[in-house]
Every structure is written in structure tokens, then in C-alpha cells.
């Protein structure tokens, strides 16, 4: 099964993904993540990012696809993935679609996790993430017993540095340019649906568990 998660900055893409890709057993992309690690190993990938994504803007097309290419050649994907943060824009739809179809594959479903403007901020800046784990967490919706370690590991939550004011505005202004337009491409394809990303984040993993099957 191929799922792709649209949706703005603190939608919930990264949080769902995770469990999806537990429930389904099939691994979560997160090309953030995977820019995030290819940073602070310092290679080549990392280096042509670090601007980009220090400033909320979007990491060039050529250097997100690439990463894809590689990473859907692996064996664990064979089965399928879930897609959260790519395609970004309309041309790494393009791509994608492109290298799917060069391997006999097609996406299945494309998922937008529809949200209000006004509580992206607020989910964002509130975010927190366990350095040990990847277990995500936040200041009001899902506190952790101990503030600061995860429930889970007891490793130390950390906030992500383009996670402040400043740069979520930017990346909501560039995600309403860049990315909205993704789903006018998917949506005529039958394979696009939309869940409601203001409710709780059990009722947006039922309701994407129901698209899902
Ligand atoms: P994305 O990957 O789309 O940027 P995340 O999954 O990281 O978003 O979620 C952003 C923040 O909002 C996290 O701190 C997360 O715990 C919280 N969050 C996720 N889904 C919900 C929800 N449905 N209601 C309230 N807070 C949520
Ligand atoms: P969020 O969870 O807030 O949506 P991500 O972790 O997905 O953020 O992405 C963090 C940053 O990494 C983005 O602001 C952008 O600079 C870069 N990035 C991630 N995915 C892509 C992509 N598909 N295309 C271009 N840039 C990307
Ligand atoms: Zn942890």
C-alpha cells in the first residue's frame, strides 16, 4: 500500500505517519527526517539543504527527488510506504508519479489532513520530539508524565530549530504557494480524500484507518 499524507506544517502528518506505519507495518518517508540526518552527518545532501531549511523555505526539487529515488529502491518498500512532507510541489508529484510508473507501481491513496491556518502556530511551536525515539510530543495536546522526557524511552525531548515564530509563518506562507496545489493534482485522480486534522489525534488516525482498510 502507497499512501501519501498532504497537508501544512503541524497538520499532523509526521504523527500519524508514525502510527500508520506501525499499524501497516510498512515504513514512514519523511524527507524532513531525512534532511534533518543527512545535516547532522554532514553530507553533500545536508550541506545543499541547511539554507533552505534554516530559512522555511523548500529544499530544491532535484535534491528531495533524489532522495526518494533512492530510498523506494530499498527492499523494506517494497510492500509499500507512507509518504509525510513529500511531494511538496507540483513538479515532485510529477516525479514521483514518473518513478513509480518506471517500476510498474502507482500510489494508492493521497490523504489530506485538512487544518484551520490559526492552529498551525500553535501546534508547531508547542511541538517536541524525543532525540532517542522520534516519539513526538506537545506542550498542551500530549504532555509528557515528566516535562522534557519521553513516556516512552526516558530519552530527552528536544524542539526543532525552525520551529520558531518567525520561520513557521514563513513555511505556512510557503506551503499555501507551493504546496496547496498539490492536492488540485491529485484530487482528479480518484485516489484523493480528505480527514479533518482539528479533531483529536485518535479520531484523525481512525478516520485515516478507515480510508485505509
Ligand atoms: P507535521 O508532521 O504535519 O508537521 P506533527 O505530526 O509533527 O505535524 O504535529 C505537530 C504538533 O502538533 C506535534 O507537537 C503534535 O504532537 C501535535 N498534534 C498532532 N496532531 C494533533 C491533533 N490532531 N490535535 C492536536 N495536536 C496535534
Ligand atoms: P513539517 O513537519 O513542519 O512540515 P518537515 O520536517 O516536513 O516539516 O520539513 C522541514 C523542512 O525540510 C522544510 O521546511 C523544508 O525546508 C525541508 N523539506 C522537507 N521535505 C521537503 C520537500 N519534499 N521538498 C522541499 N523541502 C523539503
Ligand atoms: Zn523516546
Not at 47 to 57: F, I, P, S, T, W
Not at 100 to 106: K, T
Not at 189 to 198: A, L, P, Q, R, T
Request: proline content about 4%.
Amino acid at each position: 500500500m502507497k499512501v501519501i499524507l498532504l497537508g501544512p506544517p503541524g497538520a499532523g502528518k509526521g504523527t500519524q505517519a508514525r502510527q500508520l506505519a506501525e499499524k501497516y507495518g510498512i515504513p514512514q518517508l519523511s524527507t524532513g527526517d531525512m534532511l534533518r540526518a543527512a545535516l547532522k552527518a554532514g553530507t553533500e545532501v545536508g550541506l545543499k539543504a541547511k539554507a533552505a531549511m534554516e530559512a522555511g523555505a523548500l529544499v530544491p526539487d532535484e535534491v528531495v527527488v533524489g532522495i526518494i529515488a533512492d530510498r523506494i529502491q530499498e527492499a523494506d518498500c517494497q510492500k509499500g510506504f507512507i509518504l509525510d512532507g513529500f511531494p511538496r510541489t507540483v513538479p515532485q508529484a510529477q516525479e514521483l508519479d514518473k518513478m513509480l510508473a518506471g517500476r510498474g507501481m502507482a500510489i494508492d491513496h493521497v490523504i489530506d489532513i485538512a487544518c484551520d491556518a490559526e492552529a498551525l502556530v500553535a501546534r508547531i511551536t508547542g511541538r517536541s520530539t524525543c532525540s532517542k525515539c522520534g516519539e513526538g510530543y506537545h506542550a498542551q495536546h500530549k504532555k509528557p508524565a515528566q516535562a522534557g522526557i519521553c513516556d516512552k524511552c526516558g530519552g530527552t525531548l528536544t524542539q526543532r530549530a525552525d520551529d520558531n515564530e518567525e520561520t513557521v509563518r514563513n513555511r505556512l506562507t510557503v506551503y499555501e504557494a507551493q504546496t496547496a496545489p498539490v492536492i488540485g493534482f491529485y484530487r482528479p485522480g480518484g485516489v484523493f480524500k480528505e480527514v479533518d486534522g482539528m479533531a483529536d489525534m485518535g479520531a484523525v488516525f481512525k478516520a485515516l484507518c478507515a480510508i485505509l482498510g
